[in-house]
T-cell receptor, first 118, second 112 residues
């Protein structure tokens, strides 16, 4: 149980295009989802917190117009990297929080999406 | 603010060796503490957790004890396997998992 999926797992795009990444909780409802970014051999950096039905909360230094987040349902959040540039190339990981399992809000992570912008 | 400090890697061990990865934290209140593992090319998996002082989290032979007096949550395993090779992240949350603060990660390499 507590499975989180991401799609796509790999994406290569040209500079200037927009890329949408989906994060789904498959067997539980996630009122809150989180988006992280991870550079090679580094730790995870929280980008934003996504709450179902409301606007995302972005961490300092993260451009909200660059990284659009939509959390339209209890099982789906999307991250859109708009007008992607090579410096946006990274590993993007989402996580979902499951309150109903009474696990003190443990976050369950997706497998990640590797983005390469040429 | 909250912070997590892990020992820097990589840690290279032979199979069946004893593993310790140190983790210390700074936080207000009574945080929950986690260890996550990331296998190559994958996302993070929850390995174990502890939610209050003196709790011991355990899973797949790994253990960590929440030590409030030393603000530590060291990860241990008595006998590592090649399949344990991965990056291990210590993390804390002091508001029921709403926001995780991660350590820098420690890469473990186990050689046959």
């Amino acid at each position: 149980g507590a499975v989180v999926s991401q799609h796509p797992s790999w994406v290569i795009c040209k500079s200037g295009t927009s890329v949408k990444i989906e994060c789904r909780s498959l067997d539980f409802q996630a009122t809150t989802m989180f988006w992280y970014r991870q550079f090679p051999k580094q730790s995870l950096m929280l980008m934003a917190t996504s709450n179902e039905g409301s606007k995302a909360t972005y961490e300092q230094g993260v451009e909200k117009d660059k990284f659009l987040i939509n959390h339209a349902s209890l099982t789906l959040s999307t991250l859109t990297v708009t007008s992607a540039h090579p410096e946006d190339s990274s590993f993007y990981i989402c996580s979902a929080r499951d309150w109903e399992r009474a696990q003190r809000g443990t976050q369950y992570f997706g497998p990640g999406t590797r983005l390469l912008v040429l | 603010g909250n912070s997590v400090t892990q020992m820097e890697g990589p840690v290279t061990l032979s199979e069946e060796a004893f593993l310790t990865i140190n983790c210390t934290y700074t936080a207000t209140g009574y945080p929950s503490l986690f260890w996550y593992v990331q296998y190559p090319g994958e996302g993070l998996q929850l390995l174990l957790k502890a939610t209050k002082a003196d709790d011991k989290g355990s899973n797949k032979g790994f253990e960590a004890t929440y030590r409030k007096e030393t603000t530590s949550f060291h990860l241990e395993k008595g006998s590592v396997q090649v399949s344990d090779s991965a990056v291990y992240f210590c993390a804390l949350s002091n508001n029921a998992g709403n926001m995780l603060t991660f350590g820098g990660g420690t890469r473990l390499m186990v050689k046959p």
